[in-house]
T-cell receptor
């Protein structure tokens, strides 16, 4: 159980393109999902907290107009990188935590990540 | 500023060795500490520690938390090449969203 599916796993596109990444919790509902960015040999940097039915909460330094987050249902959150440039190339990972029981007792489950390469 | 510091940053051992990975933290509003293993893709969950002094164990892996000294260790006994990975420590905040801050990870390489 507790599977998180992230799609696509790899994207290569031209500068200026907008790219949408989907994160789905397959066998549980998640009010909250998290979006992370990871550079090579570095740790996960939280970009934003995605809340179902409301606006995402962005971390300091993350441009909300650049990284659009939509959490339309309890099982789906999307991250759209708008007008992507080479510096946006990175590994993007989402995670979700089950609503079941006390949220604070539930670990995050991660998707497999999306490797984004902007040419 | 909140910090999660892992050490060592990298470690190379031979199969059968025992390793200890460290994670220290300075955060406000601590809720729990989590360990993850990351191979080529996204992290997989290992342990969640909330209480001091209670060891959690799963096969050859074990972990314990010291909330007084603000650190946790992850032990791996009789290491195997399949244990090679980046081990991440994360501290979860005691907020509704429960977001986490991750350490930089320890890269473990187990040689045959």
């Amino acid at each position: 159980g507790a599977v998180v599916s992230q799609h696509p796993s790899w994207v290569i596109c031209k500068s200026g393109t907008s790219v949408k990444i989907e994160c789905r919790s397959l066998d549980f509902q998640a009010t909250t999902m998290f979006w992370y960015r990871q550079f090579p040999k570095q740790s996960l940097m939280l970009m934003a907290t995605s809340n179902e039915g409301s606006k995402a909460t962005y971390e300091q330094g993350v441009e909300k107009d650049k990284f659009l987050i939509n959490h339309a249902s309890l099982t789906l959150s999307t991250l759209t990188v708008t007008s992507a440039h080479p510096e946006d190339s990175s590994f993007y990972i989402c995670s979700a935590r089950s609503n079941r029981g006390a949220a604070s007792n539930q670990p995050q489950h991660f998707g497999d990540g999306t490797r984004l390469s902007i040419l | 500023e909140d910090k999660v510091v892992q050490s060592p940053l990298s470690l190379v051992v031979h199969e059968g060795d025992t390793v200890t990975l460290n994670c220290s933290y300075e955060v406000t509003n601590f809720r729990s500490l989590l360990w993850y293993k990351q191979e080529k893709k996204a992290p997989t969950f290992l342990f969640m520690l909330t209480s001091s002094g209670i060891e959690k164990k799963s096969g050859r892996l074990s972990s314990i938390l010291d909330k007084k000294e603000l650190f946790s260790i992850l032990n791996i006994t009789a290491t195997q090449t399949g244990d090679s990975a980046v081990y991440l420590c994360a501290v979860r905040y005691n907020t509704n969203a429960g977001k986490s801050t991750f350490g930089d990870g320890t890269t473990l390489t187990v040689k045959p």
